[in-house]
């Protein structure tokens, strides 16, 4: 099992930054990849970043060049930097682990972009 707790949402302007964190624990040397999806209200959650065992990252084509997904290892932590927000960044953000072909996931935390 691994657990996964979120932190660093809130309210931010337009064009203005946030970091995300993703502090994991348990089975962490058994997950193969961590990453950040996001669910706004009346739509579906999408994935946002993900970074994998090797290092290699992916982001959706809306954050390319905005976001950036990184990791400690010494930590057990996934960070998401996010510049450059704008309002339709606003949504609920998970982090996600899968271990062992299973997804894990945190209860997710708010982040609100005002135009």
């Known amino acids: 099992q691994v657990q996964l707790v979120e932190s660093g949402g809130g309210l931010v302007q337009a064009g203005g930054s946030l970091r995300l964190s993703c502090a994991a624990s348990?089975?962490?040397?058994?997950?193969?990849?961590m990453g950040w999806y996001r669910q706004a209200p009346g739509k579906q959650r999408e994935l946002v970043a993900v970074?994998?065992?090797?290092?290699?990252?992916n982001y959706a084509d809306s954050v390319k060049g905005r976001f950036t997904i990184s990791r400690d290892n010494a930590k057990n932590t996934v960070y998401l930097q996010m510049n450059s927000l704008k309002p339709e960044d606003t949504a609920v953000y998970y982090c996600?682990?899968?271990?062992?072909?299973?997804?894990?996931w945190g209860k997710g935390t708010l982040v609100t972009v005002s135009s």
């Open positions: 970074i994998i065992s090797g290092g290699s990252t």
């Open positions: 996600n682990a899968v271990s062992k072909r299973m997804d894990f």
């Open positions: 348990g089975s962490i040397f058994s997950i193969n990849a």
